[in-house]
């Protein structure tokens, strides 16, 4: 089946860095999303793609949808504590059937100890 | 605005017992879902009910059914429970009023921890 491969897993953060992450897949999607989840909560839409090439911001967040449709990546720019959780990274067509949206395997940020 | 309510929150059970996951939405959408989170293995979706009436396998329908009750409220149910089924569930809501097309972006619960000996 289809399958979104996101890196990294897992990463730590120093306040003040940059975070890049991203998310790949053998599929082409019309639709990429990435999703923020703090510990012991649900998942949260951070940002919504809907046209290839499109680069859209969220404050100190930063996505793009991949021009082949296969990709996307988030960065976030002079990190604070607060950005600490799984980050998701999601993909489907558009107006396609409510159960075809597919979740990579999240990537989790931790404070550099 | 209380968005997507999941009850219990924590839950634990002895094989073969059973129980049910009660979910219910607020914001009117057509659509939810009953998601399982485990560690290294991202969400799974379990089923999903694309609006009033309707229910759909997912990626692991196995061990569980679900019922859509109404449009509000959407339940999961483990039969006969196992050790496999240990998880984090979510569910979540999606769409508009008007039933437009799915644009991907589901509100989701804060999550009932199951966990099965």
């Known amino acids: 089946g289809q399958q979104l491969n996101q890196s990294p897993q897992s990463m730590f953060i120093q306040e003040g860095e940059d975070v890049s992450m991203n998310c790949t897949s053998s599929?082409?999607?019309?639709?990429w999303l990435w999703y923020k989840q703090d510990p012991g909560e649900g998942p949260v839409l951070l940002i919504a793609?809907?046209?290839?090439?499109e680069l859209t911001s969220n404050g100190r967040l930063t996505a793009q949808f991949g021009i082949t449709r296969k990709d996307s990546f988030l960065n976030i720019s002079a990190s604070i504590p607060s950005d600490v959780g799984i980050y998701f990274c999601?993909?489907?067509?558009?107006?396609?059937?409510?159960?075809?949206?597919?979740f990579g395997k999240g990537t989790k940020l931790s404070v550099k100890p | 605005n209380a968005g997507v309510t999941q009850t219990p929150k924590f839950q634990v059970l002895k094989t073969g017992q059973s129980m049910t996951l009660q979910c219910a939405q607020d914001?009117?959408?057509?659509?939810m879902y009953w998601y399982r989170q485990d560690p290294g293995m991202g969400l799974r979706l379990i089923y999903y009910?694309?609006?009033?009436?309707?229910?759909d396998k997912g990626e692991v329908p196995n061990g569980y059914n679900v019922s859509r009750l109404n449009k509000r409220e959407f339940s999961l149910r483990l039969e006969s429970a196992a050790p496999s089924q240990t998880s984090v569930y979510f569910c979540?809501?999606?769409?508009?009023?008007?039933?437009?097309?799915?644009?991907?972006?589901?509100?989701f619960g804060e999550g009932s921890r199951l966990t099965v000996l």
């Open positions: 979540a809501s999606s769409g508009g009023t008007s039933g437009g097309p799915n644009t991907g972006e589901l509100f």
């Open positions: 599929s082409i999607f019309n639709t």
């Open positions: 793609l809907y046209k290839a090439g």
């Open positions: 999601a993909a489907q067509n558009y107006g396609g059937s409510q159960g075809n949206l597919i």
């Open positions: 914001m009117n959408h057509n659509s």
């Open positions: 009910s694309a609006s009033e009436g309707t229910t």
